[in-house]
């Protein structure tokens, strides 16, 4: 079980609360159900819906691993301009699964489709027939055993029985345990903002934590807001915002065959429309969007596997952000610097080894490194004052910043990861034995 | 202290003994001295150096890390055709000690070039006076601490005096032993060939385990042979060994300030002359040099901090070699394959995953991997007679054999490297505490 970090948020920029997630209630056009398909040996939530009931606008960004699963192939396949509903199973990946895995979620995709048009005819005034490909899916869990397709058959009375129109705070929660794997809490994170002089509500819920049962650490991410936007403007925003969010994060450098974060706006807050991305109205959804994101991305970071500091590396003043990037990941991903931090060890020497082993371009003597305020390095040199003693105080925080400032550019690139502990290494090797 | 991996050599294609090293004996042209400079609080041997008395033909290869050592700074420099000496000290990298570290060097090679040349006078029948610039150095251990420039002058007279013109094996692992910093045991290898119908002899020894005290990993390897070549050839063959040998090697994928590897020809075995490296009369040679170079790489990785377990990686039939060798580093440096292997889990998915997060180019569809002779995927399936049973017990072995088969080309890559244990982090991460 990963250590509790608490309070790592950096709401400097909003007015929302700390904590280790943000309570988030009704947002109109969203339906929730969340039931079990028995698919763990322990009782608990395993599938989880949202179901639009007049659809919804939506962009997903997937793995980018060559190999990827079933139910990445079958989003990418789909072409309607609204989705009526994402279905997130947890326990089995689909991934490796073959044709079999992709048949049986047209098989769901086909029951699900069924029932939610049957749904349609007692609930709405202007029902609609829907249609398996209005669906998407997310899988999360073990890589190559046989999809559990007759037990997710199994559990679709149930799922539309539980489906509420309206939420609260709890039923979010259940929906964000629903699809959690071996992560120790929900992540959840919600902002507002207004487009025009519409109040706009952004929602998200996130799992992942390094690595799942028993194969590999998936990132899930959701967004949901009311705001009424279409797809291709979605898919322009949530590019923007994921560079600096989910692909700004790191635990163990792997990267999963199931990644997939998907926007969904359902337009029921009915703002003026929107034609170009430019539109200076988007500007602070944008930003709000971003929030979210981020806010979403550093709690999967902080529960982490075996976590027990929260690091942010900021590389700043390079002359192209790719620079950036590959210094902060370099560091990131180093075991080397992973394990100082978990053994709160302020060894700048390996900080030093990750920024010179990159292809960045470097100029050693306006390099300059300070962890929180302590000052480490100054154009290029072990600051005259460096206080060995003063940086240890410094290592015990929970949360460690990093700067990395290389004086040669305006460019900036932050990314976020935890510390290597052995808790990682008995997560993650002994979980058989 | 990492766990003892015994008989990891794989000689089937030479003569030479199983064991954790090979005994080396008498080298013409080589001289070698060790002695204790009180670099440590432990008594222990910690400067080594090995001496020309008729000099050397030699040829470097440094780390690719921008961050360098101020004795890589000064070996660049280096332009003589001939070497004379190369003095080797542990516990301090000589790295980001700025101006004074590299002035240091000046200093010693001072000192020592006139204590050599004082020896030579009384020993050489025709004695020459060696520069300081026919020196090289080799420094690993902290960083950012001033180098003990006091220290190691005080230890020349000594260094001096220990100096033996003949070698025996106990010699050779007090000089191995001198050079390590957290290894646990010395890494000698040995090969013979013959250039023409002379026997030459080719001898090695290296250090490097993951990581140094306090600071990171330096890999250190010196091949001696007493054969008579030039420094060009001697480069040329240095360099296609060693893509193959140390560059194929990975502990924690970490980069060094201080990495080096040097090849050392005395001329004494008085060879035909060799003009051109495609001279045939070479071929023998480099194959010699491939292995010892690769033997002692093996047993950087066998000693490497933590390790339960050797891993060969052996990635086949890619398009291009930069392909194979994206796939075996993306597999040889994930922590979640090297903590299955830790915990003698067969996990595929994990390697599938580690195959597919490379940009290298891949059909699936032809995609085969083996653990030792065990099939596990076939045709991009999971292999339709795959039995967990007999997977489980493969990962039991001390040595552990993974194959990737693109099916795509004729090019090949093999990586080598260890398990990822609760006692690599031990190792990096209490170290202070």
């Known amino acids: 079980m990963a250590i509790k970090i608490s309070n790592f948020f950096n709401y400097q920029n909003n007015n929302s609360k700390i904590g280790d997630f943000q309570d988030l209630e009704h ?9 079990t398909a ?12 949202f ?24 989003n990418q396949k789909i072409k309607t301009k609204k989705i009526r509903a994402i279905i997130i199973n947890t326990r089995n990946a689909n991934a490796f699964t073959g044709v079999e895995g992709f048949k049986s979620l047209k098989v769901i995709a086909e029951k699900l489709a069924d029932g939610l048009s049957i749904k349609q005819k007692s609930d709405e005034e202007q029902p609609v027939r829907i249609k398996p490909n209005e669906l998407l899916f997310a899988c999360t869990g073990t890589i190559g055993e046989p999809f559990p397709q007759q037990k997710i058959i199994d559990c679709i009375p149930s799922l539309l029985k539980n489906l509420k129109y309206t939420q609260n705070k709890y039923l979010w929660i259940k929906a964000s345990m629903g699809i959690l794997t071996t992560d120790t809490k929900p992540k959840m994170a919600m902002d507002e903002c207004k487009i025009g002089n519409t109040v706009i509500k952004i929602y998200g819920i996130a799992k992942g934590s390094g690595m799942i049962y028993p194969n590999m650490a998936t990132t899930l991410g959701f967004i949901f807001t ?19 969010s989910f692909n700004a994060i790191t635990c163990d450098g792997d990267t999963s065959t199931n990644d997939m974060v998907t926007i969904f706006a359902t337009g029921e ?11 200076q109205k988007l500007n602070e959804f944008q930003k709000k969007v971003d929030n979210v994101m981020l806010n979403l991305a550093k709690s999967v970071v902080a529960d982490g596997e075996g976590a027990t500091k929260f690091i942010t590396i900021s590389v700043l003043n390079c002359k192209n952000e790719e620079d950036a990037k590959k210094i902060a990941f370099s560091i990131a991903n180093s075991p080397l610097v992973k394990t100082a931090i978990n ?6 020497g390996r900080i030093m080894m990750a920024v010179g082993k990159t292809s960045a371009k470097l100029n050693l003597k306006k390099l300059k490194i300070t962890f929180g305020s302590v000052k480490i390095i100054e154009n290029g040199e072990l600051y005259s004052k460096y206080n ?24 900036n690139f932050t990314a976020y990861t935890m510390d290597l502990s052995k808790e990682y290494i008995a997560i993650n090797s002994d979980y058989r034995s």
């Open 27 to 35: 947002i109109d056009g969203v339906s929730i159900s969340a039931t």
């Open 38 to 49: 028995n698919l763990y040996n322990i009782k608990r939530d395993d599938v989880v819906m």
């Open 51 to 74: 179901y639009f009931r007049k659809g919804a606008s939506y962009a997903s960004v997937y793995t980018q691993s060559k190999v990827i699963s079933e139910n990445i192939k079958w």
């Open 226 to 244: 009311d705001a009424k936007l279409s797809s291709s403007i979605l898919k322009k925003i949530l590019k923007k915002s994921i560079s600096n």
């Open 269 to 279: 807050a009915k703002n003026s429309e929107i034609k170009n991305i430019n539109d």
């Open 343 to 348: 053994g709160e060890d302020p060894n700048w």
């Open 388 to 411: 060995e003693q003063e940086a240890s105080d410094y290592m015990k925080n929970e949360k460690i910043d990093i700067y990395v400032d290389l004086n040669m550019g305006n460019k």
